[in-house]
T-cell receptor, first 113, second 114 residues
């Protein structure tokens, strides 16, 4: 079964607005990563947050992690049309020692110009 | 431009054909991955190679055969595929096989089985 589930499945906003995507996972983790995938392209790594971190920033991206709720959120501020893409969270599985990443179901973000 | 190069970009093959997908990286990464991605779904891990040795096979059918000839190259040999194998096949690499490493993806090979 998938480690991560994301919501919403799809999100449509206007340029300049903020976009928030949520990821929930089932087992304990060491690391959680977020990736972006433009249509017809490969995935691009955005940010990695470790299990002992609660928040991390990178440019217009802000990621939070709540290990007690087994959830993470990705906030994109001041969105641009170029942010239109699918966004995936990915986790390992600390309880089994599995280092491979399992990807969540993804959020399709549409930013209207 | 991606640092992981996959060829071909598109492949159409019949169920009796044999073909190979190729992946190359020159970042000195020692872990390489094959993923399968269906439309509007997340990537699903197929194989992991670490230091040119197969570390994970996610119970992939034997009609998919991976090969890692050297630290820069990863192949996926295809034989007697089924229509349900039509998908985007993504290759990725990371410095080491560890979840604290970001993975770098190629743009994939879009495979169609007739």
């Amino acid at each position: 079964s998938q480690q991560g589930e994301e919501d919403p499945q799809a999100l449509s906003i206007q340029e300049g607005e903020n976009a928030t995507m949520n990821c929930s996972y089932k087992t304990s983790i060491n690391n959680l990563q977020w990736y972006r995938q433009n249509s017809g392209r490969g995935l691009v790594h955005l940010i990695l947050i470790r299990s002992n971190e609660r928040e991390k920033h990178s440019g217009r991206l802000r990621v939070t992690l709540d290990t007690s709720k087994k959830s993470s959120s990705l906030l994109i501020t001041a969105s641009r049309a170029a942010d239109t893409a699918s966004y995936f969270c990915a986790t390992d599985a600390a309880d089994t020692g599995r280092r491979a990443l399992t990807f969540g179901s993804g959020t399709r973000l549409q930013v209207q110009p | 431009d991606t640092e992981v190069t996959q060829t071909p970009k598109h492949l159409v093959m019949g169920m009796t054909n044999k073909k190979s997908l190729k992946c190359e990286q020159h970042m000195g990464h020692r872990a390489m991955y094959w993923y399968k991605q269906k439309a509007k779904k997340p990537p699903e891990l197929m194989f992991v190679y670490s230091y040119e040795k197969l570390s994970i096979n996610e119970s992939v059918p034997s009609r998919f055969s991976p090969e890692c000839p050297n630290s820069s190259l990863l192949n996926l040999h295809l034989h007697a595929l089924q229509p349900e194998d039509s998908a985007l096949y993504l290759c990725a690499s990371s410095q080491d096989y560890n979840s604290n490493q970001p993975q770098h993806f190629g743009d994939g090979t879009r495979l169609s089985i007739l």
